[in-house]
Every structure is written in C-alpha cells, then in structure tokens.
C-alpha cells in the first residue's frame, strides 16, 4: 500500500489549463504503475490515464487523448496530469490511484487518493 495525496483542482473556464499532482508517501513509488480517474456526479469512475514505472509508456481514454499528458517524477515520488483545453463535461472529481498490473480497471489499483475536484466552466 502506498498513500496518495491529490492537489491542483479548482475551477477553470472552458479550454483553460489544469494541473493535478499526486504525491506519494513510501519508498517504493517507481515499483507502481500509476492511474488517473475521474468520477463525475451519478457517474461510475472512470478511466483516464496511466503509466508505467518508469514513465516511458502511456495511455490514455480516448476522451482525453490529445489534451491530458500522464507524467511522473519518481526521484520526487510524484505523478501528475497536466489537462488542456478543458471542456465542461471534464468536470468530476479526480483521483489518483497507483497499482500493479498494466490495467484500466480500477480494481486493479490497490491505492487510491482521496480526490481533487475540478470544475470547468461554459
């Protein structure tokens, strides 16, 4: 288990910038694939972005590819996701979560911060 510490949300216009940092407590960071999701009202959480160990690969959901970049630093034990051109329905909170297995699911990850609201507005 790893604890996980989310930061940056707040509240932007519509194709504003954003973002989001998850700080780790533990020495074990780099051993962690690292998840972002996100989970708007009446919504199921959803799937954003992850990656891997080492940073090198990255995925994301289509609804994100091209304005949200998944990046971290490990000497830092921090992951964050810079999100651009921001759209309403971006709105939800936002979670970090860190996990074993290369996955999309969120139970495949085992630590989960306690989230960050971002709120974009029209």
Known sequence: QVQL????????????PLRLSCAAAG??????????F????GKEREFVARINWSGGRTYYADSVKGRFTV????????????MNSLKPEDTAVYYCAAGSRIATD????GSWGQGTQVTVSS
Do not use: H, I
């Not at 996100?38 to 009202?41: E, G, I, S, V």
């Not at 830092?76 to 996701?81: D, I, R, S």
């Not at 969120?106 to 990850?109: E, K, L, M, R, S």
């Open 5 to 16: 510490v989310e930061s940056g949300g707040g509240l932007v216009p519509a194709g504003g």
């Open 106 to 109: 969120p139970t495949n990850f």
């Open 38 to 41: 996100r989970q708007a009202p």
């Open 27 to 36: 020495r074990t960071f780099s051993s962690y694939v690292m998840g972002w």
């Open 71 to 82: 990046s971290r630093d490990n000497a830092k034990n921090t992951v964050y996701l810079e």
